[in-house]
């Protein structure tokens, strides 16, 4: 009787668990940008974001799997399996994929990254069950065929050569490997020739396996949508597969950090015959759930993120030396980077560099005057908001979110914390950042004694 009555509390524990549970993260006006989360047993979660005005929708789905998840052999094997899963599953071959979407007039695509990969679907609201249908029998039930992978391969090493066919797409590659070296975050997401090449379908099968469970998945819906029926789709859909096998399962949390080393003074070159050389001057910058990150973006946007900042004045506005010079930063679970880019003709690259490194060195011991912090605030916040004025930009953001930081903050709550960014706290992580000593990538046709100096960049 006791083992019985022990059978029966387990079995109801176990049936209390496996209830979806439904949360309303972002409470929206009228129910305009409405955001909830429902996460079903087996640890799937589905986030929504609602936009009645719009007559279209994206649904995309997140997984929390990326280059720096691989290991140096298997390098590119998460973007060799995003293009696979396009190549078909036991319902479907790659034109059906294909067409299914055309005939409606969407557009379906996918993108991997260091620390995540996302595939998407945008097409009319009438269209939605549709795209939750086609993009969630990808995920769940691709079969990544030997010939498939064979034919496949031939396509990502032409990706390949087109990225080193571009100086300015692959110095930024470079300048990850002159950061990171041999580490995850160092190593190309293609993969190179030798590994891509090295790769076989039972081994992507097994990452499939290892990688794709409902635990490491994110689903995102934005646009003119109502999120119990968005759920109730998912649901049939994953339930058909057979991949909610288990009721218990709970969603995987954001990543953590891993203490990268990160790289100080390091100069790596990449002779070329181009007519420009492409630089890339940068240090480590911050992790993305550093909340100093916001203050980082207002110093971001005023040194090099627009037509008024101060790199694109002195390099381009006030001289000439360049055609293109901004700044960027990257954030990953643990660590950053921050980098000021510049293409401009060999000649002129060491006075490029000076000017840059003289500029980076001049706001890390004095700041930024508060005229260019107002400034800054300002482009950032409309450039925030117009950047997501689609269901395609609504969808990234509150997938995004989920993924990498496990939860939600309302555009108002973003521009809020832009506006809450004081001349001392950039003065901070302009300090802090930029006084560290930065490493260099270049790729141009430098001559020896060029490359030589190349060096007093950094010292």
Request: charged letters at 25%.
């Amino acid at each position: 009787m006791t083992s019985r009555n022990a059978r029966a509390t387990a079995r109801t524990s176990s049936e209390a668990r496996a209830v979806a549970r439904t949360q309303t993260l972002i409470k929206g006006e009228h129910g305009i940008g409405t955001v909830r989360r429902t996460t079903l047993p087996g640890g799937l979660r589905i986030v929504t974001e609602t936009l009645p005005s719009v007559r279209s929708a994206t649904f995309g789905i997140w997984a929390h799997v990326g280059s720096r998840d691989e290991t140096p052999a298997l390098n590119g094997a998460t973007h060799y399996l995003e293009h696979l899963l396009f190549k078909g599953t036991r319902r479907r071959s790659a034109l059906d994929i294909s067409s299914a979407i055309d005939a409606v007039g969407g557009e379906m695509n996918a993108f991997t990254a260091k620390e995540y990969t996302c595939y998407y679907a945008r097409v009319l609201d009438t269209d939605l069950p549709l795209a939750i249908d086609v993009v969630c029998d990808m995920l769940t039930g691709s079969l990544i065929q030997e010939e498939d992978v064979d034919v496949e391969r031939g396509a990502i090493l032409e990706e390949i050569a087109m990225t080193e066919d571009d100086p300015g797409d692959c110095v930024h590659d470079l300048f990850a490997h002159t950061m990171f070296g041999d580490n995850a975050l160092g190593r190309p997401v293609l993969g190179t020739v030798d590994t891509v090449n090295a790769l076989t379908a039972d081994r992507i099968r097994r990452f499939y396996r290892k990688h794709y469970d409902p635990t490491h998945l994110v689903v995102a819906a934005a646009g003119n949508i109502d999120h119990n029926k968005v759920v109730r789709q998912v649901r049939a859909a994953f339930e058909k597969a057979g991949a909610l096998k288990d009721p218990a399962a709970q969603p995987l949390a954001p990543r953590e950090g891993r203490r990268t080393v990160r790289a100080a003074g390091r100069v790596e070159l990449i002779g070329r015959k181009t007519e420009q050389a492409h630089v890339i001057l940068g240090m480590p910058g911050l992790a993305r759930t550093d909340e100093r990150r916001w203050a980082m973006g207002v110093l971001n946007t005023a040194l090099g993120g627009g037509m008024s900042s101060r790199l694109f004045q002195e390099v381009r506005e006030k001289r000439g030396l360049a055609y293109s010079v901004y700044s960027y930063t990257s954030g990953f679970a643990d660590c950053g980077l921050f980098g000021v880019y510049a293409g401009c003709r060999p000649s002129q690259v060491h006075d490029v560099l000076k000017i840059c490194r003289d500029e980076l060195d001049h706001v890390a011991e004095h700041g930024l005057t508060d005229d260019e912090i107002g400034r800054a605030v300002g482009q950032l916040q409309g450039s925030t908001v117009l950047g997501l004025e689609d269901t395609g930009a609504l969808m990234n953001r509150i997938g995004k979110s989920e993924l990498c930081w496990g939860e939600q903050m309302s555009v108002d709550d973003m521009l809020a914390r832009i506006a809450s960014v004081t001349p001392d706290d950039v003065r901070a992580v302009a300090r802090d950042v930029l006084g560290r000593r930065p490493s260099l990538s270049v790729i141009g046709p430098l001559k020896d004694k060029q490359a030589s100096r190349l060096h007093d960049a950094v010292a």
